[in-house]
């Protein structure tokens, strides 16, 4: 049976083909609402376009203190993804708005996805399919261009971060018979015990580990953690992984240390600014030094159904006065 009261909803930036999974969680849901979208980059284009919704169901338009401000009917913010820091979730707290988000969706993509670039980086797979693709195989020696190829096994990953993704990459990595080490703020000795796992001080980790994963959300804290001094730390065969937020890091100073052999190698899948535009340094490097893949670790067609659905799911409870286990915030009741 369907609810009398019907709903606005607004897509700032819509990054799927159709809104078919929402309309069926609406229908399953029996749940009336309208939805408005308009492709909005900027908060100015937010406000200008989202009229006064219940809910925005956001991708990567910057939902500021105005835009929530110039929207008094916004009741929830709905984000198309794991991390959040696109929304100011303060003020949102402040003047009574929900924001929700999905952390459970892309876990086991994004793992699987930390290991396979870390393998392709270590085996020295993408440099080798291109000499293949690209060059004339004549020798049975050819392999030896990729240069130094070592074993798995023994080694140690440092995990920057020990979230959902985090202990799914060290389950995965044990599995591969690598040893796992973490940096993590609060530290959790049942988890430790759960796992395995050792946990370190930054520094440390930085100086003991063959590979560093990096698995923290952006925040102040977490903004530009390794730079010029950390990439120094590091061992001069290390490599590093980072499907996190591009701007973890400090991008010119990883592009240092590669070409000054602080560090071996790199595999990115996110970065300070997206998409890379022609001639930027990362793009500089061939497959042994670098593994670049276009922000894809969280994809795959079953997460996008689940990001989709969670979000959806969690704005309705929202609006039916019930709090769901994936609300990011406490938000001022008198607001």
Known sequence: MEREQKYKFFLTDFPFEKLDIERKVLEERGFRAEFDQSWCETPEEVIASAGNPEVLLVHHAPITREVIEALPGLKVIGRYGTGYDVVDVEAAGEMGVYVVNAPDYCVEEVSTHVIGLLISLVRKIGYLHNFIMTEKWESE??????????????????????GRIGQRVAVKARALGLEVVVYKRRRNQELALDFGIEYAGLEELLRKSDYVSLHVPLNAETEYLLGEREFSLMKP???????????????????????????????????????????????????????????????????????????????????????????????????
């Open 237 to 335: 065969g290390a490599l590093l992984v980072n499907t996190s937020r591009g701007r973890i890091i400090r991008e010119e100073d990883l592009v240092a240390a590669l070409k000054e052999e602080e560090i071996a190698g790199a595999a990115l899948d996110v970065f300070a600014s997206e998409p890379l535009e022609k001639g930027h340094p990362l793009l500089g490097f061939d497959g042994k030094k670098m593994v670049l893949t276009p922000h894809s670790a969280f994809y795959s067609q079953e997460a996008e159904v689940e990001v989709r659905r969670s979000v959806l799911e969690a704005a309705i409870e929202l609006l039916l006065g019930r709090k769901p286990d994936n609300l990011v915030n406490q938000v001022n009741q008198e607001s």
């Open 141 to 162: 020696e050819d392999f030896r261009r990729a240069g130094r190829i070592s074993r798995l096994k023994g080694k140690r990953l440092g995990l920057i971060g020990f």
